[in-house]
């Protein structure tokens, strides 16, 4: 009885953590105030990124997209609410109570709830409602629809780390213990690649997921992700550590402690565990870097996050196909097999046509014919392996293997019956993704210098070694060197793939809030119908050829 | 079928009544087999030219315009006008000289040469990656002979032969060419009656659909192998030099062409059926399940568009091989459980494809000399095929080009030239892909003209 009780207790302690953990502030007033005008004397922010956010980035019109009308072109909020209806099969409005978008209908009959259902999973991306914040925020979002993709969708929910994150000794908390208090870590790169993908690929325990049924219906098709370029469109609205000048806490601390004494009272009271307090930044964010002679603070952060979102990428979609065949093979409602939009669009979605040249094309890896996994995401993860080995062969095989062979079983899984057998997917898909999480991780405890950039860029330019068969990988590839070359002058990197002048890979991204999404599908879409995979092959020979083989 | 009793009759009318049975055609018994070089002795089927005319004419080596070889592989070949065989009289100058002709203007006559090309070998190569029994898949239609020789253990040549298209030929080898022998018997001791369209077309689509063991499956054409794009009418227009003359039939049945394009629309639909039977039968032991060469190729393969177009995401099924046949009850219920899911049951449609079959052949009426007939008991014409085609089915690019075939086949008949030059026009938008609406609405209108103009040029 006595072990019951304190199972019960235990039980509603997680609840009401897990309750906490999500809450959240739903006035984000209090981030602008403070962001916008940050403390002069304050090393750490004291850029004014807000604004970059505010006005130029497109996450902060993520749910405007889906309803709102522009007063200069009213047309374009009704293509807008009509693209929407003819991807769900009904208003959007039709869920919200009222007819200002602010909450969703609470109870009602079976298709009320449907409906209601079916807009919380476009909220999930397209505003700040997160699954776990459901039971706390039933009919009204966390925070305001209006804000898109708000500052709490990334950063985390903050009504427990407001407080605490305003005093600077909060930099020498570890990332988790500022979990704790519900913060989500973004300075790690494979954690950031993480939550970046989670929308951009998907992440069905997140209850994120485009399916095929929404492309059809017109769901504009989410392109490929390439987290250094990403970034760098949004645009960033942060510092690179690199760029930051020595901090307050960066290696040291005030020799005066007494002075600390009220900072760390805060994050005390608001319950940041003791034991996560280190004495500096650098030894709450990389405690093994001083052993191995590494110093993060000097990574160039486009290489850095290149290279290790290369396997983070890769593991978000492993883990979709892994826990997407899981819930299909046991039959779970609504995972219906097979789900195409787990597969490479480019295999079936290209024009059918006789062209001599075709011929001459290397096959792509796998079985004509047999739909396969999606191809670009595996373009980056190779990179990430050879970092790891330290750019030693004997070593980089050794380390490679452990993500091919889940690999090369999930591919053969695949491609053994058309769509393969979700009951033998589901094992080599989990796998690969728990080696590929391994694989980030010991990616991020290495150095990335000029050398390893110039490394990644090399191998990269290997059009042997990876493929280069389909449109999204090429521009895959191309975003990627182009960041690698980004730290000897962007300007240079940018000149990378254009033919006199003519992006003709459409590598640039509808950036700024002005630039339209589906605007964008009208240039890239044509031009991975165009696409010429022995002119691209061409091309990374020149740039090869035009590289030292060494650093 | 209750607007015409007589048909009733028709429909049940048994096969021995009817000249030959128009399903009858099946691959040869090897073991029946007697080898090409029997047919085409010099007093047989091989007779030589006179010395005044060119034992291979003009264009016998495949010199002919580079268009034809060029065409885009997915849009169907547009026929030209039908060509006359002979200069006066066609019996004069082919009879007894089929199989020169044959080898001279026929390009089943190259079959097994073209095993031995580079593009041949390339899809092979392709296929075998990863089926290694892909080489014995390919000798049914390009090889039957070689095929044949292999389990008969006889030496019957390579390639495609007479008895391919004809019949295995032992049982009537000797009594063929005796005066007065009735067509009934020799179609019981074995030969394919192809006087019949029906019978004809059927002996086509058993390869250029596919029947069972006879499959190009969506492996074999993501290898590389052409799509199968079947209609009789075109098909057989490409046949510059035929080995057979029907001058005389042509003008004693002006409706000639349009049978041809329906019995080639029938047969399409029966041997894709018979095939799907087995594609579902195999797909629980070895065969690939679903198969995608069942669904209108360019459901999937389109590039994606920026302009959103809402569908369902779920591909059509055989979109071109049932484009021209009459509504029935069973084909629809199959193909609702086709375009149900991405992967159908397939030991439903097993069943449903074999019910579809059956109810397919019921419903074909026939004359007793082999002529389609409609449903008022009449042959088929033009003007009730054009009829037919007059639905509200939304337009899609198969459908358009079974239709433009019909319509052409139409056209050579009873057609004005500039009917015919206006068609071409239209095919040349379904090459480059025009908008399928745009198609449709051309379609429409050629069609409607065309069918004002036929009860003056009907006979």
Redesign the interface.
């Known amino acids: 009885m006595t072990l019951c009780r304190a199972l019960v207790a235990v039980c509603c302690a997680c609840l009401a953590l897990a309750q906490a953990r999500a809450q959240y502030l739903t006035t984000e007033s209090g981030c602008l105030s403070c962001h916008k005008v940050p403390p002069p004397d304050n090393l750490f922010c004291r850029a004014v990124p807000v604004e970059v956010w505010a006005q130029t980035d497109k996450h902060s019109r993520a749910f405007h997209l889906l309803h709102e009308t522009d007063p200069a072109d009213p047309a374009k909020g009704d293509a807008k609410r009509t693209l929407v209806k003819q991807i769900l099969g009904f208003d959007l409005a039709g869920a919200f109570d009222g007819p200002n978008y602010q909450r969703l209908k609470a109870g009602g009959d079976a298709e009320t709830t449907r409906k209601v259902a079916v807009v919380k999973s476009c909220l999930r991306c397209h505003a700040t409602w997160p699954i776990a914040a459901d039971e706390r925020y039933p009919t009204r979002p966390p925070a305001p629809l209006a804000l898109g993709v708000s500052c709490q969708a990334c950063h985390g929910p903050s009504a427990r780390w407001d407080l605490p994150h305003r005093e600077q000794v909060w930099r020498t908390v570890t990332p988790a213990g500022k979990a704790e208090l519900g913060f989500t870590d973004v300075r790690t790169t494979a954690a950031k690649a993480g939550l970046c993908t989670s929308c951009h690929i998907g992440n069905l325990a997140e209850g994120k997921f485009v399916k095929h049924e929404w492309y059809a219906a017109g769901h504009p098709p989410l392109p490929s992700f390439e987290l250094a370029t990403f970034e760098a469109e949004m645009p960033m609205h942060w510092i690179p550590l690199a760029k930051k000048p020595k901090f307050e806490f960066r290696d040291d601390r005030p020799a005066d402690e007494g002075a600390l004494a009220d900072q760390l009272d805060t994050l005390k009271r608001a319950g940041v565990p003791a034991a996560a307090i280190k004495p500096t930044y650098r030894a709450a964010n990389f405690p093994d870097a001083a052993a191995k002679g590494l110093d993060p603070t000097r990574d160039l952060p486009q290489a850095r996050s290149a290279v290790v979102a290369g396997a983070a990428t890769l593991e978000t979609y492993a883990r979709l196909v892994g826990e997407y065949s899981r819930k299909s093979a046991a039959g779970e409602p609504g995972f219906a097999w097979p789900e195409l939009a787990l597969y490479d669009c480019a295999a079936c979605h290209h024009r059918l046509r006789y062209d001599p040249a075709l011929e001459r094309r290397p096959m792509p890896r796998g079985v004509p014919g047999r739909p396969p996994l999606a191809r670009w995401p595996q373009r980056g993860a190779l990179l990430a392996a050879e970092q790891a080995a330290g750019y030693d062969a004997g070593q980089e095989a050794d380390r490679w293997k452990t993500v091919r062979q889940p690999l090369a079983e999930l591919e053969a899984a695949v491609l053994a019956t058309p769509f393969g057998d979700p009951a033998s997917m589901q094992m080599p898909a989990e796998a690969l993704a728990d080696a590929l999480f391994q694989l980030a991780a010991d990616a991020s405890n290495t150095a990335f210098d000029a050398a390893a950039a110039h490394r990644a860029a090399y191998s990269l330019t290997d059009a042997t070694h990876l493929e280069t068969a389909d449109y999204t990988s090429a521009r895959q590839t191309a975003w990627l060197l182009r960041q690698l070359f980004a730290h000897q002058g962007n300007e240079d990197a940018r000149r990378l793939f254009l033919d006199k002048g003519e992006d003709y890979l459409h590598l640039q991204l509808p950036s700024k809030q002005q630039g339209s999404v589906i605007g964008n599908l009208y240039r890239w879409l044509p031009a991975a119908a165009a696409y010429d995979p022995m002119r691209f092959r061409d091309e990374l020979g020149v740039l090869r050829k035009s590289m030292p083989r060494d650093p | 079928m209750n607007r015409c009793p007589p048909f009733l009759l028709l429909a049940l009318w048994p096969a021995w009544m009817l000249a030959a049975d128009p399903w009858a055609a099946s691959e040869p018994d090897p073991c029946l087999l007697v080898g090409t070089l029997s047919c085409a002795s010099a007093s047989c089927h091989g007779r030589p030219e006179p010395a005044s005319r060119p034992l291979l004419p003009e264009g016998a080596f495949g010199e002919r315009s580079d268009q034809e070889h060029r065409r885009?592989?997915?849009s169907p070949r547009p026929p030209g006008p039908a060509r006359q065989t002979g200069p006066t009289s066609g019996a004069a100058t082919i009879n007894q000289q089929e199989y020169l002709h044959f080898l001279a203007g026929d390009p089943h006559a190259e079959a097994a040469r073209r095993m031995t090309e580079p593009?041949y070998r390339?899809v092979l190569r392709?296929?075998s990656?990863?089926d290694p029994a892909a080489a014995t898949r390919c000798a049914p239609c390009h090889d039957p002979l070689g095929h044949a020789s292999e389990s008969s253990h006889q030496s019957l040549g390579r390639g495609i032969g007479c008895e391919s298209c004809h019949g295995a030929a032992r049982d009537w080898l000797a009594v063929h060419y005796e005066q007065d022998v009735s067509r009934e018997r020799l179609v019981k001791l074995g030969l394919i009656d192809t006087r019949q369209v029906l019978a004809r077309a059927g002996v086509c689509a058993s390869c250029h659909v596919g029947s069972p063991g006879r499959d190009v499956n969506?492996?074999?054409?993501?290898?590389?192998h052409?799509?199968l794009l079947f209609e009789l009418a075109s098909h057989q227009a490409l046949i510059e030099r035929k080995h057979w003359d029907d001058t005389a039939r042509r003008e004693r049945e002006p409706n000639y062409e349009v049978q041809l394009w329906a019995a080639g629309q029938i047969a399409s639909a029966d041997a894709a059926l018979s095939l799907l039977a087995a594609r579902a039968e195999q797909a629980s032991k070895s065969g690939?399940?679903?198969?995608?060469a069942e669904s209108d190729?360019?459901s999937?393969?389109?590039?994606?568009?920026?302009e959103?177009?809402?569908?369902?995401?779920l591909p059509a099924w055989q979109s071109w091989n049932t484009a021209g046949i009459s509504p029935l009850g069973s084909l629809d219920v199959l193909r609702h459980e086709m375009q149900r899911?991405?992967?159908p049951q397939a030991a439903q449609v097993a069943g449903l494809a074999a019910a579809a079959r059956t109810d397919l052949r019921q419903s074909v009426r026939l004359s007793p000399e082999g002529v389609l007939l409609c449903a008022n008991g009449r042959p088929l014409d033009a003007a009730a095929v054009l009829e037919r085609l007059d639905s509200a089915q939304p337009p899609n690019f198969d459908r358009a080009c079974q239709e433009l075939a019909a319509l052409l086949a139409a056209g050579r008949s009873l057609g004005a030239p500039s009917d015919l030059a206006r068609l071409r026009r239209i095919a040349a938008e379904l090459r480059r892909?025009a908008p399928i609406t745009e198609i449709a609405a051309r379609l429409a209108a050629a069609r409607r003209e065309i069918s004002d103009n036929l009860p003056a040029r009907q006979p």
Do not use: K, M, N
């Not at chain 2, 969506?218 to 590389?224: E, I, K, S, V």
């Not at chain 2, 690939?288 to 995608?292: A, D, I, K, L, N």
């Not at chain 2, 999937?300 to 920026?306: D, E, I, V």
């Open positions: 885009d592989s997915t593009r390339e392709r296929a990656q990863y969506h492996d074999l054409l993501a290898a590389g052409p799509p690939p399940w679903p198969e995608f190729c360019r999937c393969h389109r590039p994606l568009r920026a959103s177009g809402s569908s369902s995401g899911s991405l992967v892909d």
